[in-house]
Every structure is written in structure tokens, then in C-alpha cells.
């Protein structure tokens, strides 16, 4: 079914007005993954033409898309998409700045704790003591991240953590904003075995601080890098400070597409959305800077990796960490982040007169406004 734009933004506007505990019927839910189809094929033809103009374009294995020196390409992400997936270990329940970007935006002060003295590794608890007894039952994976929320408000507790793991030869990274790092607990990071570093830039507004830590991270840490998500702020930021942040001499830059969950949404009413595959929602601007982005970066040869962390690329994680994980063929937990679709979060594409969709046929009968009644 090729609707037409004309006849989605009609059947989205009454989607948008139905409350929210009523449920549409199977032939609207058919005009409902029709619209999405639209929007997200012209989105993807736009997508393809850009990635065409980028000569150095290459693939991991098809699973992903990146530009440069193949050397730098992240091993967190290679752990990821190629390897036994990636192993979160929670710890620290606090952030220093909220950005509106966050998956916790609007909660952070509402996260629960971990545990005294415990950490969350496969959702299971753990004192660092189990660690070993953890390393001696489960296959080891192929790399392990520490995410949430913010590690350096307690640095200090991670270092015989990490040390652990290093001497398990297991790959680790962490994800910080980069405020609060010093030389000395970077300095200390790095001996204690952590052999990757992503700055969230975006997180500071490429705060010159922030920039210059990069540099001393690099000093002891052997694989350093940037991992944002893309926004029209974050490219504007970068690129007035682009030979500052190169000079550090990172190894990647990782543009991840912003999608969005319930928390942080409204931060983006009234941009251009899209879906990807009926799962994640994101604006259509955020992949299209990334591979401006990409462009450039090939086009002056900047010696590191960027990678195209697209709504594809965690589509192609989950279905890697399904299969190391022995599920069923094709099974993935890939999926809308929404309780219900935000049908009123689609409204500002269907009515901007510059995007069209592709191709567009008349609605079949009984498909048409005013033929389905409840």
C-alpha cells in the first residue's frame, strides 16, 4: 500500500486524538506500517545518495559503515557487532549534567542505585569479590563497557574492577562526558588495564576542558575516542573546534543516531521523524549530519576511524547478540522503545511540503477516512 502523504496526515491526525488506552483496528494498524514505509523509504533513498558521494565509504562485514583508518576502528564496536556482544556493568546512579538528549532525561534523579558496594553485570548483582567466581562459570565475552551514568562521579571505586577484567583479557571501554576527568584518574585508568575511552563531547558542547582531556587520555590509554550522539548542536561544535580535537590525536569518533525514548522526546517536538523497522524513532537530520559529517572527514583524510553508529548498526547489534546467545533464527531484541506510537511525534513530516514520499497510489476501499468506524 503506497499511501499517499495527503491520505496519512489525515488518518495520523485522528490517530494523534485517540486516547490512549483505545486501540486501532487491524486495517488502520495496515495504514499505520504503510505510513511508516513511506517515510522511511524516502528517507532511505535520501541516505543512499549521500552515502554514495562519500568515495571512501567502507563496511564492517556489512554490518556496519565507517570512513578511514581501518586500524583505529573501535574493538568495543567490533566486540559488538562482530564478537559475543557487548556486557554492560552498571555502577554509578548519577550524572553531573543532564542533557537533553538522555535516554534518563527528566529522571536522573530518580535512578535507583545499584547497591552498596555491588555492581550489575546481566542484570545479575554483584559484589567485586563474585567477579572471579563469575570469570570461572561464564564464557568470557569478547569486550565488556561501563555505562551508566556518569563513572567518574566515583572513579575511584572502578580501578580493581577494571583490573580484574584486564587481566582476563577482556576488552573493556567506558562511556564519560569528560567534566570531571584529571590526569591522575585518567593516568590511573589506564594502568589499572582499561583499553578504551569514549567522550560524550556533545555532552560539554565541546568544552575546551573536555577537548584537553581528550589529549591526556590518550597519553595512557591506548584506544581514545568520541562517541555522541549527532545533533545539529554537537556538528556546529565540532566543527568550530575541529583542529583542537583532532590534535589530540583520538582514534575514532563514533556519530551515533539520536533515537528517542519517552523521557526525551518532547525535548524534540515538531522535528522530522522517522522509524527504522517499527523500532527505534529518531529525527530525520540526525544520520543525514553523520554522513556530511563522514564526508568531510574522508574528503581531508583525517587519520582515525568515524563510524555511522546508525539505527541499522543497532539493528545488526541485536541480532548479533541474539545469535551468540543461541536464540531462535532471527530472533533480536530490537524493538520501539514506546509503550505506545507517538502518533502526534509524526505529524511535523507529514505536513512539511519539502519532503515528499517516492511514490503514492490511492488508498483502497474501505481504507479510506471516513469508510472504518469503530
Given at each position: 500500500?503506497?499511501?499517499?502523504?495527503?491520505?496519512?496526515?489525515?488518518?495520523?491526525?485522528?490517530?494523534?486524538?485517540?486516547?490512549?488506552?483505545?486501540?486501532?483496528?487491524t486495517?488502520?494498524q495496515?495504514?499505520?506500517y504503510?505510513?511508516?514505509?513511506?517515510i522511511?523509504?524516502?528517507i532511505?533513498?535520501?541516505?543512499?545518495?549521500?552515502m554514495?558521494?562519500?568515495r571512501?565509504?567502507?563496511?564492517?562485514?556489512?554490518?556496519t559503515?565507517?570512513?578511514?583508518?581501518?586500524?583505529?576502528?573501535?574493538?568495543?564496536?567490533?566486540?559488538c557487532?562482530?564478537g559475543?556482544?557487548?556486557?554492560a556493568?552498571?555502577?554509578?546512579?548519577?550524572c553531573?549534567?543532564?542533557?537533553?538528549?538522555?535516554?534518563n532525561?527528566g529522571?536522573l534523579?530518580d535512578?535507583?542505585?545499584?547497591g552498596?558496594g555491588?555492581?550489575e553485570?546481566?542484570?545479575?548483582?554483584?559484589?567485586e569479590?563474585?567477579i572471579?567466581?563469575l570469570?570461572s562459570?561464564?564464557?568470557?565475552p569478547?569486550?565488556?563497557?561501563?555505562?551508566?551514568?556518569?563513572p567518574?562521579?566515583?572513579i575511584?571505586?572502578?580501578?580493581?574492577?577494571?583490573?580484574k577484567?584486564?587481566?582476563?583479557?577482556?576488552?573493556?571501554?567506558?562511556?564519560?562526558?569528560?567534566?570531571?576527568?584529571?590526569?591522575?584518574?585518567?593516568?590511573?585508568?589506564?594502568?589499572?588495564g582499561?583499553?578504551?575511552?569514549?567522550?560524550?563531547?556533545?555532552?560539554?558542547?565541546?568544552?575546551?576542558?573536555?577537548?584537553?582531556n581528550?589529549?591526556?587520555?590518550?597519553?595512557?590509554?591506548?584506544?581514545?575516542?568520541?562517541?555522541?550522539?549527532?545533533?545539529?548542536?554537537?556538528f556546529?561544535?565540532?566543527f568550530?573546534k575541529k583542529?583542537a580535537?583532532?590534535?589530540?590525536?583520538?582514534d575514532?569518533i563514533?556519530?551515533a543516531?539520536l533515537?528517542?525514548?519517552?523521557?526525551?522526546?518532547?525535548?524534540?517536538y515538531?522535528e522530522n521523524?522517522?522509524?527504522?523497522?517499527?523500532?527505534?524513532?529518531?529525527?530525520?537530520?540526525?544520520?543525514?549530519l553523520?554522513l556530511?559529517?563522514?564526508?568531510?572527514?574522508?574528503?581531508?583524510?583525517w587519520?582515525?576511524?568515524?563510524?555511522?553508529?546508525?539505527?541499522?548498526?543497532?539493528?545488526v547489534r541485536?541480532l548479533?547478540l541474539?545469535?551468540?546467545?543461541g536464540?531462535?533464527?532471527?530472533a533480536s531484541?530490537?524493538?520501539c522503545?514506546f509503550?505506545?506510537?507517538?502518533?502526534?511525534?509524526?505529524?511535523?513530516?507529514?505536513?512539511?511540503?519539502?519532503?515528499?514520499?517516492?511514490?503514492e497510489?490511492?488508498?483502497?476501499?474501505?481504507?479510506?477516512?471516513?469508510?472504518?468506524?469503530y
Amino acid at each position: 500500500m503506497k499511501i499517499s502523504k495527503k491520505d496519512a496526515l489525515i488518518w495520523f491526525e485522528f490517530f494523534s486524538m485517540l486516547p490512549e488506552d483505545q486501540e486501532v483496528m487491524t486495517k488502520q494498524q495496515e495504514i499505520i506500517y504503510a505510513t511508516f514505509a513511506q517515510i522511511e523509504a524516502a528517507i532511505d533513498d535520501r541516505n543512499n545518495k549521500l552515502m554514495s558521494e562519500i568515495r571512501g565509504l567502507k563496511t564492517l562485514k556489512n554490518r556496519t559503515f565507517f570512513v578511514g583508518n581501518e586500524s583505529k576502528f573501535p574493538k568495543g564496536c567490533v566486540s559488538c557487532l562482530m564478537g559475543t556482544g557487548l556486557g554492560a556493568i552498571r555502577k554509578t546512579n548519577k550524572c553531573n549534567v543532564q542533557c537533553k538528549f538522555c535516554y534518563n532525561y527528566g529522571e536522573l534523579e530518580d535512578i535507583p542505585p545499584i547497591g552498596e558496594g555491588m555492581w550489575e553485570i546481566g542484570d545479575t548483582k554483584f559484589y567485586e569479590k563474585d567477579i572471579d567466581l563469575l570469570l570461572s562459570i561464564h564464557q568470557k565475552p569478547t569486550g565488556v563497557a561501563y555505562v551508566y551514568l556518569e563513572p567518574f562521579m566515583e572513579i575511584e571505586k572502578y580501578y580493581s574492577v577494571i583490573k580484574k577484567f584486564s587481566d582476563a583479557k577482556i576488552h573493556q571501554h567506558l562511556y564519560t562526558n569528560g567534566t570531571l576527568a584529571t590526569e591522575e584518574t585518567l593516568k590511573a585508568l589506564g594502568e589499572a588495564g582499561l583499553d578504551e575511552i569514549r567522550f560524550n563531547l556533545g555532552a560539554s558542547n565541546c568544552s575546551d576542558k573536555v577537548i584537553e582531556n581528550i589529549g591526556i587520555a590518550k597519553e595512557y590509554i591506548k584506544n581514545v575516542g568520541i562517541e555522541t550522539p549527532m545533533t545539529p548542536e554537537f556538528f556546529q561544535g565540532f566543527f568550530k573546534k575541529k583542529q583542537a580535537i583532532l590534535d589530540t590525536k583520538l582514534d575514532f569518533i563514533n556519530c551515533a543516531e539520536l533515537h528517542l525514548n519517552e523521557n526525551n522526546i518532547d525535548n524534540y517536538y515538531g522535528e522530522n521523524m522517522y522509524i527504522a523497522r517499527l523500532g527505534y524513532i529518531s529525527p530525520i537530520w540526525s544520520r543525514k549530519l553523520t554522513l556530511k559529517f563522514m564526508k568531510i572527514a574522508d574528503e581531508e583524510k583525517w587519520d582515525l576511524a568515524v563510524h555511522d553508529c546508525s539505527n541499522y548498526t543497532k539493528f545488526v547489534r541485536d541480532l548479533n547478540l541474539s545469535s551468540k546467545e543461541g536464540k531462535w533464527f532471527g530472533a533480536s531484541n530490537y524493538a520501539c522503545e514506546f509503550s505506545k506510537i507517538p502518533y502526534q511525534a509524526f505529524l511535523p513530516i507529514l505536513r512539511d511540503d519539502n519532503f515528499k514520499f517516492l511514490s503514492e497510489e490511492e488508498l483502497p476501499n474501505g481504507y479510506k477516512a471516513g469508510e472504518l468506524i469503530y
